[in-house]
């Protein structure tokens, strides 16, 4: 489940989409994508379908939702699962990275996707770009679309796939800070007692 709560927070499900990569929708993902990689560090709440926060900087990031706290500092991946007290080290694949980290999408757009502008939608009092994403190759996810405030922030997120299942997430908080690398590791000390197993 933690892989579709992660696919989700930026994804959004529309009514229309074209099988296409229009100028206008390639200028947003552009802008939103260079925004983003211009931060030494970003955090966001987001609520919808699950609840959570994440951090992130460049591929890094810190993700915590439905019981489960993940690290990934660009190389090895270390999930904590609450309720067995255990944390699982993997070195997860460029695809396994794309179903947790749900800011992936920053990137993947440039390859293996078709996407489109689908206009302007009001989203709580603030009106947003909605972009949406289809990939070339039938995989699991169906769309993907994301709308964006005027400062290329994400304001609201939706994921379709092939089952016809919807999921959405709204980010509640968005704000730059600046994290450290070492923000992006599993430290034992802080979990004293819990199983380690390494799955590498």
């Known amino acids: 489940m933690r892989h579709h709560i992660i696919s989700l927070i930026l ?9 296409q990569k229009d100028a206008k929708a390639r200028e ?3 802008a939103l994508a260079s925004a983003y990689g211009k931060s030494a560090g970003t955090e966001i709440v987001f609520g919808g379908t699950v609840d959570g926060t ?25 999930s904590y699962i609450e309720d067995s007290e255990e944390v699982n080290i993997s070195t997860p694949t460029p695809e396994e ?42 995989q699991e ?13 994400p304001v609201y997120i939706k994921i379709k796939n092939n089952s016809g299942e919807t999921q959405g ?13 070492s923000y992006f590791k599993f430290n034992p000390k802080n979990y ?5 197993i390494d799955l590498r």
């Open 11 to 19: 994804l959004l499900a529309t009514l229309q989409c074209f099988a």
């Open 28 to 30: 947003i993902l552009d």
């Open 54 to 78: 994440i951090g992130l900087k460049g591929e890094k990031f810190v993700l915590e939702c439905a019981g489960v706290k993940s690290w990934f500092d660009g190389k090895t991946l270390w």
């Open 97 to 138: 990275l794309q179903s947790i980290n749900p800011y992936a999408m920053l990137g993947i757009y440039k390859t293996g996707f078709n996407y489109s502008y689908a206009g302007t939608e009001n989203v709580n009092g603030t009106t947003c770009k909605k972009v949406v994403l289809t990939p070339e190759k039938k």
């Open 141 to 153: 996810i169906k769309e993907i679309a994301i709308a964006v405030d005027n400062r290329m922030r």
């Open 169 to 181: 997430f709204t980010v509640k908080g968005y704000k730059n800070v600046n994290l450290t690398d």
């Open 192 to 196: 004293p007692g819990v199983e380690i």
